[in-house]
């Protein structure tokens, strides 16, 4: 079983940066591909970035590819999502995600953190 909390969010402005943090428990972290996704009021989750098992690859839904950086740290049980020049249409509630193969599809995802809410006004 693996816990996830994140971290994080809050109410920006356009062009504003935040940083999600998702803490982990358990000590097989280093075992999952570790996904972010959002959710906004009225859509369906979409997937917005993932990184592999030891960090070194990473992949990005084009509507942030340039702007949002995922990173871990493996020694501290630690995901994190680096969101700059953020748009209004950013706005959503983000979860990170724990998979056991290589995927942007929500449904191979296993374990799933309660979100944390990013709101940015123009």
């Known amino acids: 079983q693996v816990q996830l909390v994140e971290s994080g969010g809050g109410l920006v402005q356009a062009g504003d940066s935040l940083r999600l943090s998702c803490a982990t428990s358990?000590?097989?972290?280093?075992?999952?591909?570790m996904g972010w996704f959002r959710q906004a009021p009225g859509k369906e989750r979409e997937f917005v970035a993932r990184?592999?098992?030891?960090?070194?690859?990473?992949y990005y839904a084009d509507s942030v590819k340039g702007r949002f950086t995922i990173s871990r740290d493996n020694a501290k049980n630690t995901v994190y999502l680096q969101m700059n020049s953020l748009k209004p249409e950013d706005t959503a509630v983000y979860y990170c995600?724990?998979?056991?193969?290589?995927?942007?599809?929500?449904?191979?995802?296993?374990?799933w953190g309660q979100g944390t809410q990013v709101t940015v006004s123009s």
């Open positions: 358990g000590r097989t972290f280093n075992n999952y591909v």
């Open positions: 990184i592999s098992t030891g960090g070194y690859t990473t």
């Open positions: 995600a724990a998979a056991r193969t290589t995927t942007i599809r929500a449904i191979w995802y296993d374990y």
